[in-house]
Structures are given as C-alpha cells and as structure tokens.
C-alpha cells in the first residue's frame, strides 16, 4: 500500500477570506487528513522482479529481444476511393477523419512507434478502439505489412520474415479453436505440421495441459467446453511451440467479469511458469495495470506513454493517460497556477491556495514554469471531504462495501470523491453541502494549450 500524506511543510491552505488555516477533516471522513491508495501486491517494487528471478531457475525457455524501430502503418485507399475523395473536396492537405490522419497513400492507422522490449518483459499495449494496438501486435506476427520502419526479433530484421519463421505464438480474442478437433488434437496440431515425433508432441502437450490445468478435457470438442476452459485451449495450443515471443490480442475480452479476473489471474501464473518475452493487447486498463512489467498506452496511432504501471499511474504524461489509466478516472478542475510570496508554487481554485509538495516544486522550476491558467488533476481517492475547501453538492451517492463513491457537482463539473467507510456506515444525502480538500503531493497541473504535464 502507497500511502500519500499531505507535504509536512504545507499543513496549511489558504482559505477564500485569505487567511491561514490548518486542514479540518470532515468527520464522515474517516482518513483524517491521510490519503491511501491502494495498489495491487503484484505491482509493488521488487516483486515482479523477484518472480522472474525464481522462474528462471526453473528452467531456460527461447528468449528474444523485440525491438520496433519508426515503424508505421497505412492502409491504401481502395481503388477508386481517392478519386472520389479529391473530386469532392479537391487537391486538400491531408485531414483527419476519426481522429486518424488521412494522407495520400490512406489512412495512417500507426504513427512512428518505437519500443525496445527486453527478454522475458510483459509489455502491454492498452488504448481505446482504433488506437493502432492490434495493428501494431499483427505487423510483429506479420499478419499486417509493415509499411515503413524496422521490427527486430532477438537482433534480426523481421520484416520480409513469414510469419510461421519468426518464432511466435498469438493467442486470438476468438479463440480460433477447430471445432471437430478434440482439445488434444487442437494443442497438437502446430507440432504435427513441423513433423515432430509422436512421443514429443504428447509430452509437450500434457506439459503445457498441467499448467493450464485443463488434463480432464483432453478428450473433450470445444463445444464442450466453458468461455474460460476454450481460452485456456488456445493459450495452450501457443505454449506447446515454446515460442520466443509469445503475444496475445485482447484474450479475455469474451469473458464475463468472473471469468475474466480468474483467467488474468492465471495469466499471471503462467508467465511465471513459462517465462518468455510476452506483448499482450487490451482495451481494459485494469489487465494493463496489473499485468505488466511495462504499458504502452495508445491513441490515434501514437505513442502517449511507456512506463511501469506505478510510473504510469503516478506522473501520467498528459489529460488522456490520466483520464484514461486508473477508476473512477481522475477528477479534472479549471484552476489555477501560481506563485505564493515566497516564491513556491501553488495551485489557486475557488479561493483556495495549495501548495505544491517539494518534489512537484523542484520539477516546476527547474522548467521554470510561468504562472498560468490550468487543468488540474486530482483522483478521486486522494481528495478529502472537510470543514472548508472547494465546495459541492452531492448528486449520487453510491456504497460500494468498504467504500462510498459521492458524485459531486462543482464548477459545472461532476467530482468523484471516495470515501472509506472503515466498518461505519457514511450518510451523505442527495444535495448535501460538502467541502473538498486535497494534499499538494497529489495534485497534476495541466496545460490548457497543449494538454501535458507541465512537471515533464
């Protein structure tokens, strides 16, 4: 657990009257000035680096360096299309429809990626859809061409490469089981097209069956089997290859809720196991969070930030990664940037003043920072409810167990606050009045113009 605290040398703000005054907490509020977030076990520092260190131990696997160098993508006009287009709208310069760029040759649906990945790495691809994820996992298989740029697999170039010699396994968010094959002979299949001998293929398949614990259903015709059981089938049907790379386009996307956190679950387990070089695609920024060494979030076919899930979570680059990574989203403020007398900076909103924590102070102004209109981003369990800050009017209030997520109207804005309910039950009425507060070590200024962290 990560527990942030407000900066000990601001344990004051200023209040609308101009004065100084110390934090009050609201008394349903039971943090008491402390804000806590709570991270997954998994992503603790050390812990997957320590994962990777026993599961080398047991064993050596095919390992690969994926290096991808300014590759890009477009797909051409079909014939006819661009005619059309330049008699309607003439000779223009190139535009953009659906936030894609359109351009001479067609629509460019990935922009200039370039990512080293290392061996045994689990990287993640995370974007909303259209955002060039899954065209950039195809043209690693070669499934799509790439249209310029270079793609590196364990130091060689792979782009004329046919996709069946570039030592990879996809798992497909179909499946892409036969379905008059039974479970065995569907894990088998790959190996009987390399020729393999029959007493190999029936090892590694049992193999690959025992981690997937799905020996039972050997005999079994995907039919037969449940939404989870059929992933597990596909997932195995990859390890038995023991590919160098193995990569999974959004996998459990088919899944119900519990499915799918029992089967990430078990995706977490198997890369221990296997211990490969994994690149994993997937819209759900919750599987990104806690599955990967590194997430690579998307948009529009570029690159918006690569960082461990902590880095990514903590100092997102720009309004869209911190929109986009973390739930409830992070709540967004028309406010302020200033310098106090003192010279430090804070941020000014609706007659308060917070101080910004040291770290945040360093980074400004070694940028040197001018003061200006912002974006503040602050998340929703990091804000306070007390006796005198920015004020609001509860329209929902929802109890999720442990928890009470308000939704508050302020500013024409509509604030999510969390407040732990540690065992005592919380009353917060629809159009109640309450008063907001927030630490300065927690707090994200924006651009207006540009939209980007101005720490970074």
Not at 224 to 234: C, D, M
Request: glycine share 8%; charged share 25%; with cysteine.
């Amino acid at each position: 657990m990560t527990i942030f605290q407000p900066a000990r040398t601001n344990p004051h703000f200023l209040g609308a009257d101009g004065q100084k005054r110390r934090y009050k907490p609201d008394p349903r509020d039971s943090r008491c000035g402390i804000v806590e977030t709570c991270r997954n076990a998994f992503a603790k520092p050390g812990v997957r680096e320590n994962v990777r260190a026993e599961a080398a131990q047991s064993g050596s696997v095919s390992m690969a360096e994926v290096r991808l160098v300014n590759v890009k993508k477009i797909y051409p006009f079909v014939s006819g299309e661009e005619k059309k287009k330049k008699k309607k709208k003439g000779d223009e310069v190139p535009e953009k429809k659906h936030n894609l760029q359109i351009t001479e040759q067609g629509v460019v649906a990935v922009q200039e990626f370039n990512l080293d990945i290392k061996d045994k790495e689990f990287i993640v691809l995370v974007g909303p859809s259209g955002c060039g994820k899954s065209t950039t996992l195809r043209m690693v298989a070669g499934l799509e061409e790439i249209t310029e740029g270079e793609l590196y697999i364990d130091g060689k170039l792979m782009n004329d490469v046919a996709p069946k010699d570039r030592d990879i396994a996809m798992v497909f968010q179909n499946y892409a089981l036969y379905p008059h094959m039974t479970v065995y002979e569907n894990m088998a299949f790959s190996l009987k097209l390399r020729k393999e001998k029959k007493d190999v293929i029936d090892k590694k398949v049992r193999e690959a069956a025992e981690i997937l614990d799905i020996t039972q259903y050997l005999d079994r015709k995907p039919k037969a089997l449940s939404g989870g059981q059929r992933q597990r089938v596909a997932i195995g049907r990859a390890i038995v290859r023991d590919p160098a790379v193995f990569l999974m386009d959004e996998p459990l996307s088919n899944l119900d809720a519990k499915l799918r956190n029992q089967m990430r679950a078990e995706i977490i387990k198997l890369r221990q196991r296997i211990n490969t070089t994994f690149i994993y695609v997937t819209h759900d920024q919750t599987e990104a969070m806690t599955l990967g060494d590194r997430i690579v979030i998307m948009k529009d076919g570029f690159i918006q930030q690569i960082g461990t899930p902590q880095e990514v979570f903590d100092h997102p680059a720009n309004l869209f990664v911190a929109g986009f990574i973390g739930t409830p989203q992070m709540n967004f403020f028309d406010a302020k940037l200033v310098k106090n007398s003192d010279g430090k900076y804070a941020v000014a909103i609706d007659g308060i003043n917070v101080e910004l924590s040291e770290d945040k102070q360093a980074r400004l102004s070694a940028k040197n920072v001018p003061e200006q209109d912002v974006t503040l981003g602050v998340r929703p369990d990091h804000i306070m409810l007390c006796a005198d800050g920015v004020k609001g009017t509860v329209d929902v209030s929802e109890l999720m167990g442990s928890s009470v997520h308000l939704h508050i109207s302020t500013h024409d804005h509509d604030v999510v606050v969390i407040v732990p309910t540690n065992g005592n039950a919380a009353h917060f009425p629809m159009g109640s009045e309450v008063n907001m507060i927030f630490g300065g070590n927690v707090a994200h200024v924006f651009s207006k113009e540009t939209e980007k962290n101005l720490e970074w």
